[in-house]
């Protein structure tokens, strides 16, 4: 038995703050595209709407699609070039685009650092990282100290995943701050507070020097990399509490 694209979408506000963030987000989240009225059994969920992703959902026969950046971001676009192709794959096949952006990072147990937080263990978490005055990251301390290499294999599998990292800290870390996506300048905020560690997923270049005169480590783990783990988690909960099929769609960038 499914459920409806408006039934999903009160169950997706029950658990992320759409309407708190609206006014901070420029993402428009909540349902991007809507479907015909029919039952949903089959959700997909990924990081992008992309083409990519819209053609494998279809091939496995989603009937919505679950994504961190969506199609529209408060600004008009017409239906054109890529837009429309985007668009038309989604009503072709009846595919229904549901977008949540900042309010899945900030969420405390299925957003993107919060799923990075599980993955470390990290203690004494706490909201971080200021974004129009709402924390949308985490700190923390690690069980134990660990080398920058021992965290970003424990995160992504791979010491050699990452962008960059800056090992201008200490060799072992214990208090890090994590801030997915697009937060390069804000390692301001973890110098301010004295961490040895700050992650986030694009790098800058204009970062480099005050980082390493302020003594910090700093992981870029590729924005697509830091925020696989909130659309991970969001399709567990579906799948547990809306009995959906459901199925994670890897396009991974390396940026």
């Known amino acids: 038995m499914g459920i409806l694209i408006e039934e999903f979408d009160t169950w997706a506000r029950g658990h992320l703050s759409i309407d708190e963030m609206a006014g901070?987000?420029?993402?428009?989240?909540?349902?991007?595209?809507?479907?015909?009225?029919?039952?949903?059994?089959?959700?997909?969920?990924?990081?992008?709407?992309c083409l990519e992703t819209f053609t494998r959902a279809a091939d496995w026969g989603a009937q919505l699609l679950f994504v961190h950046h969506g199609l529209f971001w408060g600004r008009e676009q017409p239906l054109v070039g890529t837009h429309?192709?985007?668009?038309?794959?989604?009503?072709?096949?009846?595919?229904?685009?549901?977008?949540?952006?900042?309010?899945?990072?900030?969420?405390?147990?299925?957003?993107?650092?919060a799923g990075m937080c599980q993955v470390l263990?990290?203690?004494?978490?706490?909201?971080?990282g200021s974004y129009h005055g709402v924390k949308i990251g985490y700190k923390g301390l690690l069980p134990e100290a660990r080398t920058v290499e021992q965290v970003v294999q424990q995160l992504f599998g791979d010491p050699g995943q990452a962008i960059a990292v800056l090992p201008f800290g200490p060799s072992k870390v214990r208090s890090l701050g994590i801030i997915s996506g697009g937060a390069p300048f804000e390692v301001d905020q973890a110098i301010d507070e004295g961490l040895d560690l700050?992650?986030?997923?694009?790098?800058?270049?204009?970062?480099?020097?005050r980082c390493l005169e302020a003594g910090i480590n700093v992981i870029f783990a590729g924005h697509y990399a830091t925020e696989v783990f909130?659309?991970?988690?969001m399709m567990q909960r579906a799948e547990a509490e809306l009995g959906l099929e459901v199925r994670f769609i890897h396009v991974p960038t390396g940026l």
């Open 24 to 49: 901070i987000d420029n993402s428009i989240n909540g349902i991007q595209v809507s479907c015909g009225q029919r039952e949903i059994t089959r959700a997909a969920f990924a990081v992008d709407a």
């Open 84 to 113: 429309y192709r985007r668009i038309h794959a989604l009503m072709k096949e009846d595919i229904a685009l549901y977008a949540a952006h900042l309010p899945l990072d900030a969420h405390p147990e299925l957003g993107n650092n």
């Open 121 to 128: 263990g990290l203690q004494e978490r706490e909201p971080f």
């Open 198 to 209: 700050f992650i986030t997923g694009d790098a800058n270049h204009v970062v480099y020097h």
């Open 230 to 233: 909130g659309p991970k988690l």
